[in-house]
């Protein structure tokens, strides 16, 4: 027997193999449907045992196949999935992070900037950054200064970041103490003034800061305009962003890019002391490629399409929910843009409503959940394309929820 067919029917067998434990589980799924349909705890038991069955299959299938773990600069499989993200965000260079944005935001913050800028101590921080960014500059040891955003007078969201308010409060410190400049662009609530990120940035290049952005709720900012959409180089040195908040990649896979090689080579020399994970799912990559691949080549751009349709109807008529609400529009808050899933309802013209409590009903009562709530506004993320046929029933449930709500409200009054 030649090698040729020694390896013919390894292959085959492995085929077989894969058929018999696809086909076996489906017949059973199948049979108990049919004869056991009462039984549902055995039928859910069956249907987890086959996909963890599939989903060790294809682990182990692939685990000696060359696969590297991701690095900015690199030539293994996984490195696909980084030229991919590159493409979409326009980067020199990327890596994939398995602990999300805030894993590449606590990398960043403990073993990157302090190679990057060895004489400084000094880091500015926006008012609305995430946990990540705390956690970061209490364990690089950073001394820190807080840029506190304004707030709008009646409901209380924040106004984007200014370059004055910045560049005031820099140089009250001394611009040559600061190693970097994290700023959330959009905010969480999807609002941002592009001119200004410019200037901001224009600026901390001319003093030698670096400027991180915290983008983990723009991780579609390839699809918008592109007037509205500046290029990362032109805001930023490092873009850390969450694509599975949009179903681009699989759960807990960030990411961060740089146009710098500097900045990607210490990134690079962080993961190997120990700041990647040992023991990463392939076949989560290996879906994040296959996504990637779609969205670079226009197979989602219907789908696209079809969530902002939905986002663009459901913001045309909140106020058949009620009279008094109405989404806050960036004028409001002295921005340029905001992110268009992104629907913010002001709730504040409404006497003794408290959005949180509307919310909680909506989640108890009509299987509803809402982004975030605060006692004037509540912010609803429309970014499926299967919202476009339920826009009617969201209305219904969210006038009907408030209904209850105001209803309970004027009982305890």
């Known amino acids: 027997m030649t090698l040729g067919e020694t390896t013919e029917k390894i292959i085959r067998h492995e085929i077989l193999g894969f058929v018999a434990l696809t086909l076996k589980p489906l017949f059973k799924i199948v049979r108990h449907t049919f004869f056991s349909p009462n039984n549902s705890e055995r039928l859910s038991e069956l249907i987890c045992e086959t996909y963890s069955k599939l989903w060790d299959f294809a682990e182990h299938s692939i685990s000696n196949q060359d696969f590297g773990l991701p690095s900015c600069i690199g030539t293994s499989p996984v490195h696909r999935v980084n030229n991919l993200l590159c493409r979409l965000y326009g980067a020199k260079f990327s890596s994939l992070s398995f602990g999300g944005s805030s894993g590449a935001m606590l990398t960043i913050l403990t073993a990157v900037l302090p190679k990057l800028h060895p004489g400084r101590d000094l880091i500015l921080f926006d008012d609305v950054c995430h946990q990540s960014t705390i956690g970061g500059l209490i364990f690089g040891r950073w001394k820190s200064v807080r840029l506190v955003r304004q707030k709008h007078s009646e409901h209380q969201t924040p106004f984007p970041l200014t370059f004055d308010a910045l560049k005031y409060t820099v140089e009250r410190h001394n611009p ?227 209904k209850q709500t105001l209803a309970r409200r004027y009982e305890q009054s």
């Not at 592009?194 to 901001?200: A, L, N």
């Not at 969450?242 to 710098?260: A, D, V």
């Open 176 to 402: 040559g103490r600061f190693a970097a400049i994290i700023l959330v662009l959009p905010s969480y609530d999807g609002y941002q003034s592009p001119s200004e990120c410019r200037k901001i940035y224009d600026y901390a290049q001319s003093h030698g800061i670096t400027v991180i952005i915290d983008g983990a709720w723009d991780s579609l900012r390839f699809r918008q305009d592109s007037v509205n959409t500046p290029p990362l180089s032109s805001i930023c040195d490092i873009w850390i962003s969450s694509p599975h908040k949009r179903g681009l990649t699989p759960s807990s896979l960030g990411c961060m890019l740089t146009n710098k090689e500097l900045i990607a080579r210490h990134w690079d020399e962080a993961l190997e002391l120990g700041f990647r994970s040992s023991s990463v799912s392939f076949v989560e990559i290996m879906i994040a490629e296959h996504r990637l691949s779609q969205v670079v080549a226009g197979d989602w751009n219907e789908s696209f399409a079809k969530a902002d349709g939905a986002a663009q109807r459901l913001r045309r008529r909140i106020q058949d929910v009620h009279e008094d609400l109405y989404v806050v529009p960036p004028s409001d808050i002295q921005a340029e843009v905001n992110d268009l899933s992104h629907i913010l309802i002001s709730t504040h013209k409404i006497p003794l409503l408290d959005a949180r409590e509307w919310a909680e009903t909506l989640s108890r009562y009509f299987a509803l959940d809402v982004e975030k709530a605060t006692a004037s506004t509540m912010l609803l993320l429309c970014a499926s394309p299967d919202h476009l046929s339920h826009i009617d029933q969201i209305i219904s449930s969210l006038k009907q929820a408030l």
